[in-house]
């Protein structure tokens, strides 16, 4: 107990350093840490939902080496990321480290694309919580029901639902919110096992051709393989199914969002960003190598259309009728619970940007309910914004892709400025501290993020590209226009100096 309270102490302490007064409350250990960000990712979402983009463009040597590639370098991303996440544990995270090391233009871009990223991280995950987990999967394929008459109004409803639930949860208390992603990082664990191992069981193979993890089948193009253009390249088919991973292994940046939350942040964060990457990927390999190895024929489930090669996995399983269903379930609990976390690490984001006068209203969105120690408006803002999102007719692709494509833009830009600052203005790291390995590990996951990126412009996936330029046009033009006068930014120097006179004043509005 003594121990816990040194530890928020010096959490306190080190948060008033950087000129912020602890209004959120710290009641995340280091597993709920990394429980969100193990939450989000959440290998049984886009794990399943995405697996015709790698598999439909190479068959099992690209689904599964591509996981492998792309898996390694979401690691020395999030390595790098937690250096930076040790030495400034604030929520915002990514915003307030492009700030501080890169100034205020690189931290308001990083804003911009990590919270619209974020935004469509929610949408996205419910969207697909519905149209693939709730509708064709556990309604469909394992149930049994006509689903042919659903209309697109029945997905609004579903999401709707869910998207207030999920606030009315993130509203009332990061201690309920935390507990379900607690328990999600438990299903996750356990529902990934149990259904790796029935795949086996119950596989309809015979003998089981390992060949299938390292051989390349070119099958972009239509019917199956409309996820990827067609290409006479495995090279370029390859390259393309890395969104796979891109889009599965993303969102981890919630470890730091959260960082104000979190018991012993400098210690809990970056280890929550990395372990949450490091087990997604090695647990989602080892998921991915049972995909290919059950399938009867590779051929036939790369000829299903509309990128059904899971559908046909799944179908063509020996597996029992209950057992299908106990994992339906599951699979649509730990997505919904993934979409929760999303909805908290976009909160956090909103209400850290707004905090320092980077949003319309900032007064509004910053505001903390004293009792329940939650940013309440960012949250209701966060879905409203998130369920507009969704009204965009062809909104599966380009949701799934413009959330993965705007989060690692946001994660590279501090990375980039922590490689230009470092030994020279950013010189204090944290206790989690990559040495001489810090600079090696920054260009890798430069190249990496460049590669993953690069994913998500190729057709069909075009409009991500034209957003993510307009993006890139409209924000130094607002800059220029007046922006970079009127936003203030995160504290540096005098500044802090300043906030630290007014943070007891305000944490008397708070009790734990």
Same mark, same amino acid.
């Given at each position: ?7 928020m102490e010096h ?9 912020y +007064?602890q ?10 840490n990394?429980a969100?960000?193990?939450?989000i ?6 794990g399943?939902s995405a697996?015709?983009a790698?598999f439909?463009?190479?068959?099992g040597?690209?689904a599964?080496?591509g $996981?492998?590639v792309?898996?390694?370098f979401?690691l020395?991303?999030s390595?790098?990321?937690?250096q ?5 544990p604030t929520?915002?995270g990514?915003?307030h480290?492009?700030s501080v090391l ?8 990083t804003?911009?694309?990590n919270?619209?990223?974020l935004v469509? *991280?929610?949408?996205?995950?419910d969207v697909?919580l519905?149209?693939?987990?709730f %509708? ?9 029901m006509?689903?042919?008459?659903f ?5 609004h409803a579903f999401?709707? *639902?869910?998207l207030?639930?999920q606030?009315?949860?993130n509203?009332?208390?990061?201690k309920v ?6 328990? &999600?990082g438990?299903?996750?664990f ?6 790796i191992i ?6 309809p193979?015979a ?8 051989t390349?089948?070119n099958?972009t193009?239509?019917p199956g393989?409309?996820w990827?253009p067609r290409t006479?390249?495995?090279?370029? +088919?390859?390259f393309?199914g890395?969104?796979y991973v891109?889009?599965t292994?993303?969102g981890f940046?919630?470890?730091g969002?959260?960082?104000e ?9 970056? %280890?929550?960003m $990395?372990t949450?990457?490091?087990y ?8 991915v ?5 059950t399938?009867p024929s590779?051929d ?6 509309l990128?059904?090669s899971?559908?046909?996995m $799944? ?5 029992p009728y209950?057992l %299908? *269903?106990?994992?339906a379930?599951?699979?649509?609990i ?7 976390a999303?909805?908290t690490?976009?909160?956090?984001m909103?209400?850290?940007f707004?905090?320092d006068?980077?949003?319309p209203a ?5 505001q903390v ?5 939650t940013?309440?408006?960012?949250i209701?803002a966060?879905?409203?914004?998130a369920?507009?999102s969704t009204?965009y +007719?062809?909104?599966?692709?380009v949701l799934a892709?413009?959330c993965?494509v705007f989060?690692?833009? &946001?994660y ?8 230009l600052a470092?030994g020279k ?5 944290g ?7 810090s600079k090696?590990?920054a260009?890798?996951?430069t190249?990496?993020v460049?590669a993953?990126?690069i994913t998500g412009f ?9 957003l993510t330029?307009a993006?890139v046009?409209?924000l130094?033009?607002? $800059? *220029?226009a007046g922006v970079?006068?009127s ?5 540096m ?8 006179k007014?943070?007891?004043e305000?944490?008397?509005k708070? %009790?734990?």
């Open positions: 107990m003594a121990d816990n309270k040194k530890s959490d306190k302490k080190v948060l008033h350093n950087l000129g +007064a209004e959120l409350s710290r009641r995340m250990s280091g597993f709920s990394f969100i960000s193990f939450s990712i959440c290998i049984l979402a886009g399943i697996f015709p790698a439909n463009a190479t068959g040597g690209g599964f080496l $996981w492998f792309g898996g390694l979401a020395m991303v390595f790098s990321m937690g930076i996440a040790s030495a400034y929520a915002g990514l915003y480290w492009g890169g100034g205020k233009f690189w931290g308001w871009m804003a911009w694309f919270l619209l990223g469509f *991280v929610v949408s996205s995950v697909f519905y149209v693939v987990f %509708k064709d999967l556990l309604l469909g394929a394992t149930l049994g006509d689903t042919s008459s209309t697109i109004w029945h997905q999401v709707i *639902v869910a207030v639930t606030a009315l949860l509203h009332y208390g990061i919110t935390t507990m379900l992603t607690d328990l &999600s438990y299903l996750i356990a529902l990934t096992i149990i259904f029935a795949l086996f069981v119950f596989s193979v003998n089981l051709d390992f060949s299938r993890l390292v390349f089948t099958y193009g239509a393989g409309d990827v006479e390249s495995l090279f370029l +088919a390859f393309f890395l969104i891109m889009y292994i993303t940046d919630a470890s969002h959260t960082s939350e979190t018991h012993d942040a400098q210690v809990n964060v970056p %280890k929550g $990395w949450s990457v490091f997604s990927w090695i647990f989602g390999l080892v998921m190598a049972a995909f290919i190895l399938m590779l036939d489930a790369a000829a299903v259309p990128g059904g899971f559908f046909y $799944w179908s063509e399983s020996l597996m209950g %299908k *269903v106990f994992l379930v599951g699979f649509v730990v997505n919904y619970i993934c979409a929760l999303g909805l690490s976009t909160s956090r909103m209400y850290a707004a905090r006068g980077g949003l900032s007064g509004f969105f910053s309910n004293p009792t329940t120690r940013p309440t408006f960012a209701w966060a879905i409203i914004l369920f507009l009204l +007719a062809d909104i599966f692709l892709t413009a993965a989060l690692y833009i &946001s590279i830009i501090p990375i980039l400025a922590g490689f470092e203005t950013w010189k204090e790291k206790p989690f501290n990559l040495g001489v390995w090696p590990i260009i890798v996951s190249l990496g460049v993953l990126t190729v057709p069909p996936y075009t409009r991500v590209l034209y330029i993006m046009i409209i130094p033009i607002l $800059w *220029v970079n006068k936003f203030e930014g995160v504290p120097g005098a500044k802090i100096k300043e906030n630290q007014k943070i007891a305000i944490e008397s708070f %009790k734990d």
